[in-house]
């Protein structure tokens, strides 16, 4: 004899089963809400993601510092270079007897070309050279992939960047003196490194001192200025800037000269002035028209 319900459906069955389940929980959904919890307490223990972003900003900021400090240094280095002159072809100056000029040249460098004096020069990316008949004084600017040559038929003068004269006129010893900076004098047997109130004469291929406490003779465009200089030195210059010959007493050797004469002045004239200073008996040795 059956003891089933009769009245009971199979979906009644099905409904008893369903009620019975909403409370279990299998064992596999108890290990995967554990392992869940454990990893996002990993992800909670890290640090805050908001802090990625700070060191990425500070690490951009130092580059962009960096970058800032570069540019300037180089656009520092790029201004403070000289600028350096295209290819020149050969170029001349010239003055007479009794004027002197201030040249500028391409490079930025000047020259007080005193009276009846020449120079030529040719520039180029790797080199500046000069040649030089009479007398000059150079302010070079400074140029180190171009060094700065002065050329005369005995002897050749080199530099960087400095200031120096140059009295190289025929028939005379080459004299060289430095004004600042450094110098090196060469001719065909020797060399020489010479610094500011340093000198010498390039004579029967020897370099022979001619130290000074200042510079025996400014250049100007007007007049000759002579600190302390030998007077044989200013009867010298005299006769090469503007034909003017003197005669001084042989004893005289070794007296010196401070003083401004103007250019075009007659030989008489300046034979009166030196007398009148030196309290020496000094003459015209051709007469001039006053």
Known sequence: MSTENPNLKPQ??????????KNYVPVEAKNNDASWEKLQGKINSQPSSEKAPTLSITYRRILSYA???????????????PEVPADIAKVTETTTSGQARQIELPDGSTVMLSANSEISYSFSESKRFIELSGHA?????????????????????????TGFD????????????VNHGKVKVENTQQEAILTQNQGV???????????????????????????????????????????????????????????????????????????AALELKIEAATKSAE
């Open 67 to 81: 970058a800032v400090v570069a540019l300037f240094i180089f656009s520092g280095y790029m201004y403070f270079q």
């Open 166 to 177: 140059v009295d190289a006129y025929p028939n005379s010893s080459v004299k060289v003196f």
């Open 12 to 21: 009644d069955d099905f409904s008893d089963i369903w009620d019975l389940a």
């Open 201 to 275: 004469i390039s004579q029967n291929n020897e370099l022979v001192s001619w130290n000074h406490n200042e510079n025996p003779l400014e250049v100007h465009k007007q007049y000759l200025k002579f600190n302390n200089a030998p007077l044989d030195f200013v009867l010298e210059t005299l006769n090469h800037t503007q034909n003017i010959q003197l005669r001084a007493p042989l004893n005289a050797n070794e007296t010196r000269f401070t003083g401004t004469l103007e250019f075009n002045l007659s030989s008489d004239k300046v034979a009166q002035l030196l007398s």
């Open 137 to 161: 004084r150079f302010e070079v600017a400074r140029n180190e992939n171009a060094p700065f040559t002065v050329n005369t038929p005995t002897t050749t003068v080199t530099v960087l960047g």
